[in-house]
Structure formats: structure tokens, C-alpha cells
């Protein structure tokens, strides 16, 4: 059964970096995108990027362009996404999904769209405080 | 503000039936297949229909799903107290190269 594990809670003050992990299991490390999906309160789902296992390739929504970057390390298999200047908006819970299908990439572009998340990590809660 | 609409509520009470419906444009539910999750806060997430209309293993026929054209809908026959919930709907979205979520439908069982 695959499984994503994240790591715990984090407390951090406005303007810091904060770095959630999350290892999958049951599956081939790199045989699955990697997405990460926040949850604000009061909020609702909201995507901001993926990352590809096997090259390192990422590709992010655009409200987190420049400040959130997404890695890999392929010899432990855990990705991790790293949010930087957070405000007290980038309260949250974190969560990493993998897709049900493995994508298949045209000219860049994911052509695999017929797809959902079928595997969710427990969530990691990020608190910003000053 | 969320790619795709929906209505922030809806309710019902036990038996009845609620459709919670789902509007996006050309390149995200025009062109592709719609995905709805079930979210219990502080639970996680948990897929409730994919490809437009089809349940996962597991999942009552109560609920059901249909797609047109830019809009999809969602419906719930023979409304539960466990149904209470948030519900989001998903598409993949051409111009974002990834996946658009509804801003959430709270579903309250009167």
C-alpha cells in the first residue's frame, strides 16, 4: 500500500524558511510526481507545484513562484518543499499527493491529465508567528 | 481565489438529496476529467469520485458525479450526518501545467 510520510509541525516567525519533508513507501521513489497541496484556515485546497522524482524537475503554481522550491534526494527517497519569506497568510497545513498514473511529459507539458491524487501524506501544520 | 467556483455551502437533511456543482473554463474542466475529494478537517483528504464520474473501491453509490462542458456536479442521494464534510472538486488545468481546486463546498446535514 503506498504511503507518504511527512514530517512534524513546524513554528516559525515571519520572514523565516521553513523545510517539510516527505518520504513515500509501497512504490518505486521515482516512478511518481510529487505534488504539494496547503490548506489555510477557513481555506480551501490549494495546489502549488510538483516536483519529478527522478530528474529533479519542478514546476510551481504561480502565487509561489520565487519563494517556494521543491528537491529531492533520491538516496534516502524523500522530497522536500521549502516555502521561504513566510507571512502569517502562509499558515497552514502542507500536504504531498501522488498521482494515480505515472505522467508522461510532451515537449514539457504533462499530457497525463486523466489523473487524480491517490495517496495523501498525514499533513504537516506550519504555524507563522511572530 | 480558487480556478474553479463553487458554492461555499450547501445543506440538506437526512434523506434528501444535494447537488454541489463546480464552474471552470476551457482549460482546466473544458478539456480535462474532473476529480471531487472529501476533506474532514483533520483528516486528510480522501478521493470521492475521478474521471468525471467513476467511484474508488469503497465508495457508497450515493454518491455520483456528471461533467459539461466547463461546469461539473456532484450529487449526494439519501443524505447521511456522516456526509457532513467539505468537498472539492479538481481539474487539471493546460495553462498552470498541474491541478485547480474549487474553493471548497461546506456540506451541513440539517
Partial sequence: ?130 | QSVLTQPPSASATPGQRVTISCSGSDSNIGMNTVNWYVHVPGTTPKLLIFSNNKRPAGVSDRFSASKSATSASLAISGLQSEDEADYYCSAWDGNVNGPVFGGGTKLTVL
Avoid at chain 1, 504561480?62 to 521543491?70: D, P, S
Avoid at chain 1, 533520491?74 to 504531498?96: H, N, P
Fill in chain 1, 1 to 130: 500500500q503506498d504511503q507518504l510520510a511527512q514530517s512534524g509541525a513546524e513554528v516559525k516567525r515571519p520572514g523565516a524558511s521553513v523545510r517539510v519533508s516527505c518520504k513515500p513507501s509501497g512504490y518505486t521513489f521515482t516512478d511518481y510526481y510529487i505534488h504539494w497541496v496547503r490548506q489555510a484556515p477557513g481555506q480551501g485546497l490549494e495546489w502549488m507545484g510538483w516536483i519529478n522524482p527522478k530528474s529533479g524537475g519542478t514546476n510551481f503554481a504561480h502565487n509561489f513562484q520565487g519563494r517556494v522550491t521543491m528537491t529531492r534526494d533520491t538516496s534516502i527517497g524523500t522530497v522536500y518543499m521549502e516555502l521561504s519569506s513566510l507571512r502569517s497568510d502562509d499558515t497552514a497545513v502542507y500536504y504531498c499527493a501522488k498521482p494515480s498514473k505515472q505522467y508522461t511529459m510532451l515537449r514539457g507539458v504533462i499530457v497525463t491529465t486523466d489523473n487524480w491524487f491517490d495517496t495523501w501524506g498525514q499533513g504537516t501544520l506550519v504555524t507563522v508567528s511572530s
